[in-house]
Nanobody, 125 residues
């Protein structure tokens, strides 16, 4: 049973930085992708970034390219999302997700089969 534990959310001023962590457990010997989605009140859910654990391939939404960096520590089964130059529009609940043996990269939404509880990120102007 895969479990995802997120940490690192909080409040920051515009231009600031935060680092989110997602500690995963219960993995088998399969190919996994771990990613982050976010959702702000009244807005659609958005895929932010993802990383394939086997080879480190990454993908970013256009809205965060150049500002966010996703990385992994396979020994700890932990994925990090370093968020720099934060903007008020980055304010959302960020949720860690994982896909096992996805057919596509980045995975389609339907391929993500485990979701964390979410962590709030608030960026003030």
């Amino acid at each position: 049973q895969v479990q995802l534990v997120e940490s690192g959310g909080g409040s920051v001023q515009s231009g600031g930085s935060l680092r989110l962590s997602c500690a995963a457990s219960g993995f088998t010997l399969d190919d996994y992708v771990i990613g982050w989605f976010r959702q702000a009140p009244g807005k659609e859910r958005e895929g932010v970034s993802c990383i394939r654990l086997s080879d480190g391939s990454t993908h970013y939404a256009n809205s965060v390219k150049g500002r966010f960096t996703i990385s992994r520590d396979n020994a700890k089964n932990t994925v990090y999302l370093q968020m720099n130059s934060l903007k008020p529009e980055d304010t959302a609940v960020y949720t860690c997700v994982t896909a096992r043996n996805p057919r596509w990269f980045p995975p389609g939404l339907h391929e993500y089969d485990h979701w964390g509880q979410g962590t709030q990120v608030t960026v003030s102007s």
